[in-house]
């Protein structure tokens, strides 16, 4: 099994119950239109997952563009937003759909770890072709070598706390150590970054790069960039 397999399966023991789901779809959903500037422009969420509050970002864009390379989670896109006046629902990975040098926005988060650097310098130049000159590339979540498991571990159990699913949250950890997500990161590792590796590889492919705190999401141990086209 590699990482893509698992993210096409039906369920995995990450969202510890369908409240942390929604709180996470959430928070990331809320993160990603508190990117967004007037005038309402184009966006592409690459690696979006299930996105089940993408209607938040989409009512700040003009267009919203999906998507995941997993087929099961591009079909539950579909079952959800097919019809959606603002989103577009993209299917090859090539991203051919997106007319070049039109993007306004581009987020990719918490994606990065499963996908290996050479695969990443190619989606850099796909992204640098689909951006407008004053577009922004904003990769987040990026793990770096000197986080771990057990800041992850922190981070849940303190999102968990605060959003009321603690022992759902204790349980789920407890599954996830049994589960193929543990030994697929024992055997494929995820992918990490040092801040000055990311920022070389963003100036190597024609970006201008700075790291950026918040970070989306409820980790803060991991990592936010934000890019322009050089
Ligand atoms: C941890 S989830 C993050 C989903 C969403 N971005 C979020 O923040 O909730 C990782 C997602 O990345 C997708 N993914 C993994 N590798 C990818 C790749 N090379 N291209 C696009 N999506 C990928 C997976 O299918 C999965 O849905």
Redesign the pocket.
């Known amino acids: 099994m590699s ?2 397999d698992y ?1 096409n399966r039906e369920t995995n023991t ?1 969202y510890v119950n369908a409240l942390h789901s929604k709180l ?2 959430d928070l ?1 959903a809320r993160g990603i239109a508190g990117l967004l500037t007037a005038p309402a422009g184009d966006v592409l ?5 299930d ?1 089940s509050e993408a209607d938040l970002v989409a009512g700040k864009c003009a267009k919203l563009y999906l ?4 087929p099961n ?1 591009r079909a539950r896109l579909a079952r959800r937003f097919t019809g959606r006046e603002t989103i577009a629902l993209v299917e090859d ?1 090539a991203l051919s759909s997106i007319p070049g040098a039109s993007l306004d926005l581009i987020v990719v ?3 990065l770890q ?2 290996a650097p050479p ?1 990443f310098e190619a989606l850099l130049d796909r992204f640098h072709g689909k951006l407008k000159p004053a577009g922004r590339l904003v990769l987040a ?1 990026i793990v770096s070598p000197d986080t771990g498991a057990v800041d992850d571990t922190k981070a849940l159990l303190s999102f968990a706390w605060e959003g009321g699913f603690f022992v759902a949250a204790v349980v789920g950890l407890a599954r996830t150590f049994f589960s193929d997500y543990r030994s697929l990161r024992a055997r494929y590792g995820l992918t990490r970054y040092r801040e000055a590796e990311m920022l070389g590889l963003l100036t190597k492919h024609a970006f201008n790069g700075k790291r950026v705190k918040p970070n989306i ?1 409820h980790n803060q141990a991991r990592m936010m960039f934000v890019a322009t086209p050089a």
């Open positions: 990482w893509r993210w990450i996470h779809d990331v969420d690459y690696g979006c997952g996105a998507y995941d390379a997993a989670v990975e988060n918490s994606v499963y996908v695969d979540d999401g």
